[in-house]
C-alpha cells in the first residue's frame, strides 16, 4: 500500500499487536528504512544547504497516519497509537531529532491546526489527504517562521527550531524499485535501498545523484513533454558529477558515487539504464574524472566550482 508518499506511512508489514518498544523507537524494518533514509537525507540537504538554490530552514521530521492502511485499527494497535496521526521518521542529528522526537509519538495538532479538524476522506480515496496537508504545514511554518510546534497526546507542546536545508523532500518508497527526483522531492525505491545492502556510503552516494537533479531542476530542464536521449543523458551525467560534491560537502567519501554506479549496474537499475543514462563503466569513470577536479578545488563550494554540462544545441532521436 505503500506508494509515492511512503515515507508518510509506517509500513506494509504490521508489527505484532502491543506497544511499541520502549521509547517508541521503529518496531518494523520499514520505520527502520524510512529513518535511514531520512537520516541520510537530512545530512546531504543540511550540509549543502549554503549551495542550494532553493534552500529553506528545516527539521527533519516525517509524519505518518494510520488512515492510509486499510484497516487504521490494526495500524494504531501494531504501533501502539492513541491516534491516527504520529510520528513516522526523525532524521539523525536533525532539529526533531534534538526536541526529543521519536517514531510514533501520536500527534493531536500540528501548530494552531488540530488533526481532528481535518476531515477523512473515503477508503481508498485520497485516504493520503490529511497526512500531506499536515506535513505541508509543518514544513511551511519551519520554513516561514524558523520552527515548528506539535502538540502530543500526552498533552505536552515542543517546539522544533529550523536548520538551514535544501528545500526537498525525501521519500521512501515502498512502491517502486529505482530512484527519482523533481524539483522539490527526492525517491528511492525500496528495492534500490535493498541492493545497495544497507551501506550508507553508497546510499548517500544515490541520494546524492538525485538531490543534484533536484538542485539542477532537470525537472524544468526537460520539461513537459517528451525528452530526447541526449537531453536525459547530459542531465544524467550533470548529475552524477555533481553527486560528489554533494557528498564530499556532507563529509562522505566521493568515492562512493561510482563504487555505487558499478553496484547497481549489473541489475539494470533505473539509475544506470542505458542508452539515456549511459553504461556503469563509463559514469564511474567520468565520477572519477570529477572526483579529482573537486579535490584539486580550494574547498567544496560547488555553486561557484561546479562547471555544469554544455546546453545542448542540435535536436535528438526522442525517448521510445
Keep these: 500500500m505503500r506508494g509515492a508518499a511512503a515515507a508518510l506511512a509506517f509500513g506494509l508489514v504490521l508489527a505484532a499487536p502491543g506497544p511499541p518498544p520502549a521509547g517508541a523507537q521503529p518496531v518494523d524494518d520499514l520505520q527502520a528504512a524510512d529513518a535511514l533514509v531520512q537520516s541520510i537525507g537530512w545530512r546531504l540537504s543540511h550540509a549543502n544547504a549554503p549551495q542550494c538554490p532553493r534552500a529553506a530552514p528545516g527539521i527533519g521530521l516525517l509524519l505518518a497516519d494510520a488512515q492510509t492502511f486499510a484497516d487504521p485499527a490494526a495500524a494504531r494497535a501494531a504501533y501502539g497509537l492513541t491516534g491516527d496521526v504520529a510520528v513516522a521518521a526523525v532524521a539523525a542529528g536533525s532539529p526533531a531529532d534534538k526536541a526529543g522526537l521519536l517514531a510514533n509519538m501520536t500527534i493531536m495538532a500540528v501548530g494552531d491546526l488540530p488533526v481532528s479538524s481535518l476531515p477523512l476522506s473515503a477508503p481508498r480515496q485520497g485516504s493520503w489527504d490529511r497526512i500531506w496537508a499536515l506535513q505541508a504545514r509543518l514544513e511551511q511554518a519551519a520554513a516561514q517562521a524558523g520552527e515548528a510546534v506539535l502538540t502530543l497526546a500526552d498533552g505536552r507542546v515542543i517546539t522544533i527550531k529550523a536548520a538551514p536545508s535544501c528545500a526537498v523532500r525525501f521519500i521512501l518508497d515502498d512502491g517502486r524499485g529505482n530512484a527519482g527526483a523533481t524539483r522539490m522531492q527526492v525517491r528511492i525505491g525500496r528495492k534500490a535501498l535493498g541492493q545497495l545492502g544497507g551501506d550508507e556510503a553508497l546510499i548517500a552516494a544515490l541520494l546524492?545523484?538525485?538531490?543534484?537533479?533536484?538542485?539542477?531542476?532537470?525537472?524544468?530542464?526537460?520539461?513537459?513533454?517528451?525528452?530526447?536521449?541526449?537531453?536525459?543523458?547530459?542531465?544524467?551525467?550533470?548529475?552524477?558529477?555533481?553527486?560528489?560534491?554533494?557528498?564530499?560537502?556532507?563529509?562522505?567519501?566521493?568515492?562512493?558515487?561510482?563504487?555505487?554506479?558499478?553496484?547497481?549496474?549489473?541489475?539494470?537499475?533505473?539509475?544506470?539504464?542505458?542508452?539515456?543514462?549511459?553504461?556503469?563503466?563509463?559514469?564511474?569513470?567520468?565520477?572519477?574524472?570529477?572526483?579529482a577536479q573537486l579535490r584539486g578545488a580550494p574547498d567544496a563550494d560547488w555553486a561557484r566550482r561546479f562547471r555544469p554540462e554544455p546546453a545542448l544545441s542540435s535536436p535528438s532521436v526522442p525517448l521510445p
Excluded at 252 to 280: C, N, W
Design 208 to 291: 546524492a545523484h538525485e538531490l543534484a537533479h533536484a538542485a539542477l531542476d532537470h525537472e524544468t530542464v526537460l520539461g513537459t513533454g517528451t525528452p530526447t536521449v541526449k537531453a536525459v543523458r547530459r542531465t544524467e551525467r550533470e548529475a552524477d558529477r555533481l553527486s560528489v560534491w554533494i557528498l564530499a560537502r556532507a563529509g562522505y567519501d566521493p568515492e562512493a558515487a561510482p563504487r555505487m554506479i558499478r553496484q547497481l549496474g549489473p541489475h539494470g537499475m533505473f539509475v544506470t539504464a542505458s542508452p539515456t543514462h549511459g553504461k556503469s563503466s563509463t559514469r564511474a569513470r567520468e565520477m572519477l574524472a570529477e572526483i
